[in-house]
């Protein structure tokens, strides 16, 4: 038995609800040549950090989510679903934004329509999220910033800083192509067209380690960790590198498993074990993730099965 359970994490970044509206489409608009969809049910989900969050609760360990949503019914519906998933919130309501919707439009099965619902928070309510990061972050073992660059982690660096000398583990993943902003963290962990964004290309295993190491420690960063898709993911740490093959036996749906894999990660710090023992276990979740259908989580039971 692995001490998950005990295990505290916050999540810090960009929350969103993913929502899907189903219905049946018998008709062409007349007013213009597009579907008329009469929905008949809808669903909504845990997206972008929520859904970090999300997979932290499902493997045992104790989540805490901070991010900014609006003051609209979407981030009501946010603070519910947090809630049933017993997850707990520190939200920062702006009344000047939207929550970060991504609404889908579904006649029959095929996606007909997403409808993108995103402002960036205002500088007061950012102040107010870093602050309150600086009051609570002491209460965790472990911080994971999930950056999907809709402007909620604009303070980053002072949060970092305040993460460290806590003396808490920093785990980051990141979005976009200026990777400054996560100067002195313990880890980062880009997917491959993340990682190309950042460095170019690569045309050899050779080359790759060599940029990987390169912006490691030009960032200051202990490891990089390359999730690789197919080919599993790549620990770089200085003077060492671990390839782990992915062990997902049959792939239905790769969304998300990014999500799955710094959740994982970070209840496997959280528990005491070692960076590559929870790449290790990360990678294990991620093979498991794949097989389902949908933004799924893994469940300690799973993980530990067999
Ligand atoms: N097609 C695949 N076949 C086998 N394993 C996969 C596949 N896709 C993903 N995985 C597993 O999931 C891990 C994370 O996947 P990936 O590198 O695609 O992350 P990601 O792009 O951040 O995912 P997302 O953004 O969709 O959440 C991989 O390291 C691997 O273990
Ligand atoms: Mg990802």
Known sequence: MMAIQQGRILVVGDIMLDRYWFGEVNRISPEAPVPVVRVQSSDERLGGAANVARNIAALGAQAALMGVVGGDEPGKKVAQLLQAEGIKPFLQADPSVATTVKLR???????????D?????????????LNDFIQWVKDFDVVIFSDYGKGGLQHIPAMITAAREAG?????????????????????????????????????????????????EHLGLEA???????????????????????????????????????????????????LPASVQLANRAAGIVVGKLGTATVTYQELFAS
Not at 105 to 115: A, F, K, N, P
Not at 117 to 129: A, G, H
Not at 169 to 191: F, M, Q
Not at 235 to 258: K, N
Request: proline share 4%; with cysteine; glycine share 8%.
């Open 224 to 274: 990089l960790l390359v999730t690789r898709s197919e080919q599993g993911m790549s620990l770089y740490q200085p003077d060492q590198v671990m390839h782990v093959p992915t062990v997902a036996r049959e792939v239905f749906d790769v969304s998300g498993a990014g999500d799955t894999v710094i959740a994982t990660l970070a209840c496997g710090l959280a528990a005491g074990q070692s």
């Open 117 to 129: 619902f995103e402002q960036i928070p205002s500088q007061d309510v950012l102040q107010t999220k």
């Open 105 to 115: 439009v579904i006649g029959r099965t095929q996606q007909l329509l997403r409808v």
């Open 168 to 216: 808490k583990w920093v785990l980051i993943d990141p979005k976009g192509s200026d990777w400054e902003r996560y100067r002195g963290a313990h880890l980062i962990t880009p997917n491959r067209g993340e990682l190309k964004e950042v460095v170019g290309g690569w045309n050899s295993e050779d080359q790759l380690t060599a940029k990987a190491q390169q912006v490691r």
